[in-house]
């Protein structure tokens, strides 16, 4: 091939000479099959690249026209698609609207819905804790909320409509409150056995066994069917919609299914009312009488509104509103027929050697005066308050008044007792009148229980004053950060006892537990102004170590070590382990005498029996626990006299 191109070379440029002749001499040139064909290509070159620049020069403002038409044919399609692009966008965003507006609407009516409920099961338990019921039934938990997805609610429309905030008892978080009015506990004497749960107790549990049901059987209900809302070129076009659609009809179907729940609901209550009334008819209250004496203490509003014409913020279905408000009325009777069993006395206090101060149920309200006249009150002290603003009773009645510096004279006491607010029920009752002069010393203190099972056992002190006497309300243990105030106290055996709630740190095995007991007397109750350099002087705070064991342990509580016991003395003590505490027996000089099965709080106790002669005893008390493991606790008992 090379060859071919070499020959064609030399046969189209064959060599060539040039002569110049000039003054007698001659020159020549000679040029080459390869000089040529090199020129020849240089000059096409030139000549091709002449030719484009001249075409390029006469025909540039053409060239340039017909770029401009092919842009701008471009640009305008561009813009039909960009304007085509934006009416499907904007029709599509007016769907998405509608539906988001509607599903909204759907969701806050069914929030508000499951929040009724919810507030009307958390106001019954409350009703039933103020009533003293002590039964596990705890309100069941809400259905999912549906706040994320209704950010706002859709305003009611409508002309002469009522609009009724949503009660505070469905706040968010299901952190209802019911405000209650009884005053603080007086310290009563013990009584025997707990309570059973008689009324509100069944009434709750089936409340609470028909919220779940319902509620499962709305969650699974099937989808109903699609609303024709929207064009189905819409569904078509737009998948999304036919499911928000969808959601937004199951939704609806769920908040028609909420309404019967609100009817039985009420159902369950107005149970649970009747179940109230006949306690109260037991204790000899008229429960139709006291209703209307409630009645009559309230305001009287303006003329009956319909319930058509009423409405609950965030919900438009008049059927719930109607069912709610019927609810509303049946719970508000419950709510004030509990708050008189507060103040109803429902067992007798423990017979034994407990201190009765008071009677049971009495409230004893002394008043210091300095003359046979109740308006010579002898000051802030002289009232029968707590007026110690560092104690934690500070305003409540503590049942002891005082004078602060008085003068010389005499003084007289004049003991009030008054009326319960709720029921009318006279408070008065038999009390013992102690009195002291300069109460300097706060009370003694010493730990009883310094060995107790893991878990929440009872713990107890030993709290005594000489004096003015210890004050219940002032009582407290602390340990790991939490403070528990006293279950009850005892003033002739000195014992504090402390249930330990739910709320605080369980005891771990084997572990040393550091607690601190605090304790103040009436004095320190009375102590209008403190002078000298301890602020609380009649408060006395010690520490004291726990020792935490695995299995069942055993703590003597009465009688105290040194000291003289009579025949039918009672015998106390405390048990407690990882089981429920079967039983604890009783055995002197290793002969068994008795057994108790009940023990109340975690305390067991017995009679010492009057065959025991003069001396010391050794008295064992052995507790055992369901699953068999026992723990015995021996204390020398000195019997003195019958």
């Given at each position: 091939?090379?060859?071919?191109?070499?020959?064609?070379?030399?046969?189209?440029?064959?060599?060539?000479?040039?002569?110049?002749?000039?003054?007698?001499?001659v020159?020549?040139?000679t040029?080459?099959?390869?000089?040529?064909?090199?020129?020849?290509?240089?000059?096409?070159?030139?000549?091709?690249?002449v030719?484009?620049?001249?075409?390029?020069?006469?025909?540039?403002?053409?060239?340039?026209?017909?770029?401009?038409?092919?842009?701008?044919?471009?640009?305008q399609?561009?813009?039909?698609?960009?304007?085509?692009?934006?009416?499907?966008?904007?029709?599509?965003?007016?769907?998405?609207?509608?539906?988001?507006?509607?599903?909204?609407?759907?969701?806050?009516?069914?929030?508000?819905?499951?929040?009724?409920?919810?507030?009307?099961?958390?106001?019954?338990?409350?009703?039933q804790?103020?009533?003293?019921?002590?039964?596990n039934?705890?309100?069941?938990?809400?259905?999912?909320?549906?706040?994320p997805?209704?950010?706002?609610?859709?305003?009611?429309?409508?002309?002469?409509?009522?609009d009724?905030?949503?009660?505070?008892?469905?706040?968010?978080?299901?952190?209802?409150?019911l405000?209650?009015?009884?005053?603080?506990?007086?310290?009563?004497?013990?009584?025997?056995?707990?309570?059973?749960?008689?009324?509100?107790?069944?009434?709750?549990k089936?409340?609470?066994a028909?919220?779940?049901?319902?509620?499962?059987?709305v969650?699974?209900?099937?989808?109903?069917?699609?609303?024709?809302?929207?064009?189905?070129?819409?569904y078509?076009?737009?998948?999304?919609?036919?499911?928000?659609?969808?959601?937004?009809?199951?939704?609806?179907?769920?908040?028609?299914?909420?309404?019967?729940?609100?009817?039985k609901?009420?159902?369950?209550?107005?149970?649970?009312m009747?179940n109230?009334?006949?306690?109260m008819?037991?204790?000899?209250?008229?429960?139709d009488q006291?209703?209307?004496?409630?009645?009559?203490?309230?305001?009287?509003?303006?003329p009956?509104i319909?319930?058509?014409?009423?409405?609950?913020?965030?919900?438009?279905?008049?059927?719930?509103?109607?069912a709610?408000?019927?609810?509303?009325a049946?719970l508000?009777?419950?709510?004030?027929?509990?708050?008189?069993?507060?103040h109803?006395?429902?067992?007798a206090?423990?017979?034994?050697?407990?201190?009765?101060?008071?009677?049971f149920?009495?409230?004893i309200?002394?008043f210091?005066?300095?003359?046979r006249?109740?308006?010579?009150?002898?000051?802030?002290?002289?009232?029968?308050?707590?007026?110690?603003?560092l104690?934690?009773?500070?305003?409540?009645?503590?049942g002891?008044?005082?004078?602060?510096?008085?003068?010389?004279?005499?003084?007289?006491?004049?003991?009030?007792?008054?009326?319960?607010?709720?029921?009318?029920?006279?408070?008065?009752?038999?009390?013992?009148l102690?009195?002291w002069?300069?109460?300097?010393s706060?009370?003694?203190v010493?730990?009883?229980?310094?060995?107790?099972?893991?878990?929440?056992?009872?713990?107890?002190?030993?709290?005594?004053?000489?004096?003015?006497?210890?004050?219940?309300?002032s009582?407290?243990?602390?340990?790991?950060?939490?403070?528990?105030?006293?279950?009850?106290?005892?003033?002739?055996?000195?014992?504090?006892?402390?249930?330990?709630?739910?709320?605080?740190t369980a005891l771990a095995?084997?572990a040393?537990?550091?607690?601190?007991m605090?304790?103040?007397?009436?004095?320190?109750?009375?102590?209008?102004?403190?002078?000298?350099?301890g602020?609380?002087?009649n408060?006395?705070?010690?520490?004291?170590?726990?020792?935490?064991?695995?299995?069942?342990?055993?703590?003597?509580?009465?009688?105290?070590?040194?000291?003289?016991?009579?025949?039918?003395?009672?015998l106390?003590?405390?048990?407690?382990?990882?089981?429920?505490i079967a039983?604890?027996?009783?055995?002197?000089?290793?002969?068994?005498?008795?057994v108790?099965?009940?023990?109340?709080?975690?305390?067991?106790?017995?009679?010492?029996?009057?065959?025991?002669a003069?001396?010391v005893?050794?008295?064992?008390?052995t507790?055992?626990?369901?699953?068999?493991?026992?723990?015995?606790?021996?204390?020398?008992?000195?019997?003195?006299?019958?």
């Amino acid at each position: 091939m090379l060859e071919r191109v070499w020959v064609w070379i030399h046969q189209t440029f064959p060599e060539r000479q040039i002569y110049i002749r000039s003054d007698g001499r001659v020159q020549f040139f000679t040029f080459g099959p390869s000089l040529q064909a090199t020129l020849a290509g240089l000059t096409l070159i030139f000549l091709c690249w002449v030719a484009f620049a001249t075409v390029n020069v006469i025909f540039k403002d053409r060239i340039i026209a017909a770029k401009d038409h092919r842009y701008q044919q471009m640009q305008q399609a561009y813009e039909n698609r960009v304007a085509d692009l934006q009416i499907s966008y904007d029709e599509l965003n007016g769907a998405l609207v509608n539906a988001e507006d509607r599903f909204k609407a759907t969701a806050d009516s069914l929030q508000a819905k499951q929040n009724a409920i919810s507030g009307f099961l958390n106001r019954a338990n409350q009703v039933q804790a103020s009533a003293g019921i002590r039964g596990n039934v705890s309100a069941p938990e809400s259905l999912p909320s549906l706040a994320p997805l209704a950010a706002r609610a859709q305003a009611p429309v409508g002309g002469p409509d009522l609009d009724v905030e949503a009660p505070a008892d469905f706040a968010p978080e299901d952190s209802s409150q019911l405000t209650m009015m009884p005053g603080p506990a007086q310290p009563q004497p013990r009584t025997a056995k707990p309570v059973k749960s008689s009324f509100l107790d069944n009434a709750m549990k089936k409340m609470a066994a028909l919220y779940e049901s319902i509620s499962e059987h709305v969650h699974t209900a099937a989808i109903a069917a699609v609303p024709r809302t929207g064009s189905e070129a819409s569904y078509a076009q737009h998948p999304a919609l036919r499911v928000l659609a969808e959601q937004t009809a199951r939704i609806a179907t769920i908040g028609h299914d909420e309404t019967a729940l609100m009817a039985k609901t009420e159902g369950a209550l107005d149970q649970g009312m009747g179940n109230l009334r006949n306690v109260m008819r037991r204790t000899g209250i008229n429960p139709d009488q006291f209703q209307r004496k409630l009645a009559s203490n309230e305001g009287v509003g303006g003329p009956d509104i319909p319930l058509d014409q009423v409405k609950i913020a965030g919900i438009s279905d008049p059927q719930f509103t109607h069912a709610y408000l019927s609810a509303a009325a049946v719970l508000n009777q419950l709510n004030g027929l509990s708050a008189a069993v507060d103040h109803i006395p429902l067992t007798a206090p423990v017979p034994g050697s407990f201190d009765k101060s008071s009677s049971f149920g009495a409230r004893i309200d002394p008043f210091y005066l300095g003359a046979r006249d109740e308006s010579t009150v002898q000051g802030f002290a002289g009232t029968p308050v707590d007026v110690n603003a560092l104690t934690y009773d500070y305003l409540a009645p503590v049942g002891a008044a005082g004078a602060s510096f008085p003068r010389q004279g005499n003084f007289y006491i004049a003991v009030d007792s008054g009326l319960d607010p709720f029921t009318d029920r006279s408070l008065a009752g038999r009390y013992v009148l102690r009195s002291w002069v300069n109460d300097l010393s706060p009370p003694s203190v010493a730990l009883l229980t310094t060995r107790v099972s893991a878990g929440r056992p009872t713990i107890v002190f030993r709290t005594r004053d000489t004096q003015s006497g210890v004050d219940p309300a002032s009582l407290t243990l602390g340990y790991k950060g939490s403070l528990v105030a006293s279950a009850f106290y005892d003033r002739t055996t000195g014992l504090a006892v402390f249930s330990l709630p739910r709320s605080t740190t369980a005891l771990a095995a084997g572990a040393t537990v550091r607690v601190t007991m605090l304790s103040s007397d009436y004095q320190e109750a009375k102590n209008v102004d403190t002078i000298g350099p301890g602020i609380m002087p009649n408060t006395r705070v010690a520490s004291a170590r726990l020792h935490v064991v695995a299995g069942v342990a055993v703590d003597w509580l009465s009688p105290a070590v040194s000291g003289c016991a009579q025949r039918s003395q009672q015998l106390i003590v405390s048990a407690s382990g990882p089981r429920a505490i079967a039983s604890v027996r009783f055995a002197a000089d290793g002969r068994r005498f008795a057994v108790d099965r009940s023990g109340p709080d975690g305390l067991w106790s017995a009679t010492l029996p009057r065959r025991l002669a003069h001396g010391v005893h050794m008295v064992t008390a052995t507790a055992v626990d369901a699953r068999g493991r026992r723990a015995a606790a021996t204390r020398g008992v000195h019997v003195c006299s019958r």
